[in-house]
């Protein structure tokens, strides 16, 4: 009976991601309302309630609807944004552009160095971003390839993201950044921060490898919950190290706080390398609001801390 069980499980998941996969295909068809709330039900298999939401990825859902202010489309674009996070802190805290360019055919390889990151400046997540740690075996043709596929996404149709919608769509070659020793990625922090007020730190190493999911208080103690990637489980009691609490942790506390004044919700990622920090990306919707937390109750618990604004 327990196989039986599991092949209809099994069965009804391949089948809710057929479909899921269908309406994204079919998303011009939709309104932006109607859209969210099949994709919702299909993606987190309980029903979306706009009226009075609760967990914390319903309420990410009503921000994509409700809480369109202009200035988020500087803040989601990977090269604008630089400017605006100069203006708050210094550009001490930004890394270094080295050039901009309209398509991945026009990027001008002779005049980058010898290390460097290539990033889509509307896209989301890696499938936009291309690390050249040594050019000598860099495989530009295949870092064409990737980064000509990321311009053809459209984060906004496929899950409403509305502030990509108007993001010009271009590549930028940033400065390599030393992920520290015996490290081969930069370790994420990704600072939850509600109406300005950061709460957690998500801690995601080991990107290419063997990726695993932290998250400790602005007291840097641990917490029992885990997201928004279902398959990436916690450092702790796993062969990866423990991550530490970051040297500049105040510092990292301060631009959090600096970069989500005025935001009901907003995740501000930053690196930490040989003592110094730098600006990563502003985020409005982890995960799109899709993403799953272990215990599921937490869904809930931090969507209490996300107190959605009255100008509807």
Known sequence: MSKINTAYQLLRNNTRGFVAAILQKLNFMFSDK??????????????????????????????????????????VD????????????????????????????????????????????????????VICKDKAFFDKKKAIVKLQYSMKQDIYSALREWPYKNVPRRVIAEQYVEPGPNKNDLSDYKWYCFNGEPKFCQIIQDRSSNETIDFFDTKWKHQEFVGLNPVSGPALGHAAIVPECPVNLETQIHIARELSKGIPFSRIDLYETAGHTFFGEIT?????????????????????????????
Request: cysteine-free; proline content about 7%; hydrophobic content about 35%.
């Open 34 to 75: 109607m859209y969210l709330k099949l994709l919702f039900r299909l993606k987190m298999r309980y029903k979306l309630n706009l009226k009075n939401p609760k967990t914390f990825s319903e309420k990410l859902q009503w921000l994509k609807l409700y809480n369109r202010k202009p200035e988020y489309t500087k803040m």
């Open 78 to 129: 990977k090269y604008a944004v630089k400017e605006y996070v100069a203006s708050i802190l210094g550009k001490e805290y930004v890394i270094p552009t080295l050039g901009i360019w309209k398509t991945p055919e026009d990027i001008e390889w002779d005049k980058l160095p010898n290390q460097f990151v290539l990033k889509t400046t509307h896209g989301g997540g890696s499938s936009g971003v």
């Open 284 to 312: 409005f919707y982890p995960a799109s609001g899709f993403g799953v937390f272990t215990p599921n109750q937490y869904n809930e618990i931090i969507g209490q801390m996300l107190v959605l604004p009255d100008d509807k």
